[in-house]
T-cell receptor, first 112, second 114 residues
Framework: DGGITQSPKYLFRKEGQNVTLSCEQN?????MYWYRQDPGQGLRLIYY???????QKGDIAEGYSVSREKKESFPLTVTSAQKNPTAFYLC???????????FGQGTRLTVV | GQQVMQIPQYQHVQEGEDFTTYCNSS?????IQWYKQRPGGHPVFLIQ?????EVKKQKRLTFQFGEAKKNSSLHITATQTTDVGTYFC??????????????FGQGTILTVHP
């Protein structure tokens, strides 16, 4: 089955800890994205990557880091510098710039 | 940077009434996409508009792209309870500095009362 997989679905962490969210796709897509969703604020872009070993900051990159060492994988690390990390995180991929984006099921992160 | 504004934020309708959500960009767009997110789910692609003034239909859904490629709308005729969810527009900037950036509007949450 082709698709985009995020894990885990729910994640709990203590304040001050870094946490890495997984995103894997087997669609052979070049582009991958990370979004954060908070109630009433839609989807805000954290980082995006158009090609392996290259990525760009989105609108709310502070406190987050990513890597794109493989085409299939685009993990997101939420660092302790992120002031309000509790949110729903969505990963997406597309075949290229401006193309339809396919989303994973999302990871709901709760920091206590 | 590019800003994408979507209105209204919320819309409550009776089943059978029409619904429209509007999307406006501060910059000229290469294309615009529309997505639907059901409660508890993830966004799912509905359609992409590329040409100035383009109109596309999917059953009861009508999508328009403005002549200046800075705004778009989604209209649902005779809403049904299955239309419930959040509708997002997503914009791809025509400018070169934000290559590949896909920016979403805030979304319109549609509630349909039976």
């Amino acid at each position: 089955d082709g698709g985009i997989t995020q894990s885990p679905k729910y994640l709990f962490r203590k304040e001050g800890q870094n946490v890495t969210l997984s995103c894997e796709q087997n669609l052979n897509h070049d582009a991958m994205y990370w979004y954060r969703q908070d109630p009433g604020q839609g989807l805000r872009l954290i980082y995006y990557s158009q090609i392996v070993n290259d990525f760009q900051k989105g609108d709310i990159a502070e406190g987050y880091s990513v890597s794109r060492e493989k085409k299939e994988s685009f993990p997101l690390t939420v660092t302790s510098a992120q002031k309000n990390p509790t949110a729903f995180y969505l990963c997406a991929s597309s075949i290229g710039e401006g193309a339809e984006a396919f989303f994973g099921q999302g990871t709901r992160l709760t920091v206590v | 940077g590019q800003q994408v504004m979507q209105i209204p934020q919320y819309q409550h309708v009776q089943e059978g009434e029409d619904f429209t959500t509007y999307c406006n960009s501060s910059t000229t767009l290469s294309n615009i996409q529309w997505y639907k997110q059901r409660p508890g789910g993830h966004p799912v692609f509905l359609i992409q508009l590329v040409k100035s003034g383009e109109v596309k239909k999917q059953k009861r859904l009508t999508f328009q792209f403005g002549e200046a490629k800075k705004n778009s709308s989604l209209h649902i005729t005779a809403t049904q309870t299955t239309d419930v969810g959040t509708y997002f527009c997503a914009a791809v900037d025509a400018g070169g500095t934000s290559y590949g950036k896909l920016t979403f509007g805030q979304g319109t949450i549609l509630t349909v009362h039976p």
